[in-house]
């Protein structure tokens, strides 16, 4: 198993978050997405982690299609995702290895809205209403049954993941994946984990920091999907993962 931390300028937390994380899992792959902050130099300091580093920003989307294309080369069974920011709880490893342990399930994916707790923080409104809309529409669309479309602590069986086609490289990405997930007739199931936000003041960047222009991106995204899986149905038989070698670096 393979832990994966899609990384961009974070600089404040990227060390203690991993120490953390190496605590729970000693494998972890980090990649840094044209970090300019200083993030890349720290990483790259560090012995203890594999990195793949992007020489320019590419989108959250495509860290995580390069994370599982890696772990697809290297012989990993499963990839936990989980993000840099100190709102994905490290401790909370134990109990996604379990539910890989039970065999039941291709993902496992962590919800902030499954079982809410009285330590959860306030999300920011205009993120709780998209993720709320946007999950009513996925469960009314593909009956998938989720409570959180957008939570990126998730396990992914990599064999599972070679199913699927993906390539949306941004923060839309959910919208590519959910669909496919759907198509693919994978097994399923939230596990809670605990809502943060310890920072309100990060943003998307550029016009996604609009709530409306993030919406209409969104189900522009799943529109496309939708469209494209009815026009070109997924492979019966699952391709090897591949990803683009020559905009990123491999380092031990």
């Given at each position: 198993?393979?832990?994966?931390?899609?990384?961009?300028n974070?600089?404040?937390?990227?060390?203690?978050?991993?120490?953390?994380?190496?605590?729970?899992w000693?494998?972890?792959?980090?990649?840094?997405?044209?970090?300019?902050?200083?993030?890349?130099?720290?990483?790259?300091?560090?012995?203890?982690?594999?990195?793949?580093?992007?020489?320019?920003?590419?989108?959250?989307?495509?860290?995580l299609?390069?994370?599982?294309?890696?772990?697809?080369?290297?012989?990993?069974?499963?990839?936990?995702?989980?993000?840099?920011?100190?709102?994905?709880?490290?401790?909370?490893?134990?109990?996604?290895?379990?539910?890989?342990?039970?065999?039941?399930?291709?993902?496992?994916?962590?919800?902030?809205?499954?079982?809410?707790?009285?330590d959860?923080d306030?999300?920011?409104?205009?993120?709780?209403?998209?993720?709320?809309?946007i999950?009513?529409?996925?469960?009314?669309m593909?009956?998938?049954?989720?409570?959180?479309?957008?939570?990126?602590?998730?396990?992914?069986?990599?064999?599972?993941?070679?199913?699927?086609?993906?390539?949306?490289?941004?923060?839309?990405?959910p919208?590519?994946?959910?669909?496919q997930?759907?198509?693919?007739?994978?097994?399923?199931?939230?596990?809670?984990?605990?809502?943060?936000?310890?920072?309100?003041?990060?943003h998307?960047?550029?016009?996604?920091?609009?709530?409306?222009?993030?919406?209409?991106?969104?189900?522009?995204?799943?529109t496309?999907?939708?469209?494209?899986?009815?026009?070109?149905?997924?492979p019966?038989?699952?391709?090897?993962?591949?990803t683009?070698?020559?905009?990123?670096?491999?380092?031990?």
């Open positions: 198993m393979l832990i994966a931390v899609p990384v961009f974070e600089l404040k937390y990227v060390d203690r978050v991993l120490d953390k994380i190496r605590s729970y000693s494998d972890v792959l980090v990649v840094d997405d044209g970090s300019t902050d200083g993030t890349g130099e720290t990483l790259a300091a560090r012995s203890d982690i594999r990195l793949i580093r992007h020489a320019e920003n590419r989108g959250y989307g495509q860290s299609i390069d994370a599982f294309a890696y772990a697809d080369g290297a012989g990993y069974d499963w990839v936990i995702t989980m993000d840099c920011d100190e709102q994905h709880e490290p401790e909370m490893i134990p109990k996604f290895v379990e539910q890989i342990e039970t065999d039941q399930w291709d993902l496992i994916s962590g919800s902030r809205y499954l079982h809410p707790r009285g959860d306030l999300p920011p409104s205009d993120r709780r209403a998209v993720n709320s809309t999950t009513t529409i996925l469960n009314d593909f009956h998938l049954g989720i409570t959180d479309a957008f939570c990126g602590f998730k396990a992914h069986r990599v064999s599972a993941m070679r199913r699927l086609r993906l390539d949306e490289s941004g923060y839309a990405f919208l590519q994946l959910w669909p997930v759907a198509a693919a007739k994978l097994r399923l199931t939230e596990i809670p984990v605990r809502l943060i936000y310890n920072d309100p003041t990060r998307f960047g550029g016009s996604l920091d609009d709530v409306g222009n993030r919406l209409r991106h969104y189900l522009d995204v799943l496309k999907e939708t469209a494209r899986l009815t026009a070109e149905p997924l019966t038989t699952p391709p090897a993962l591949a683009n070698e020559s905009c990123c670096c491999l380092c031990e």
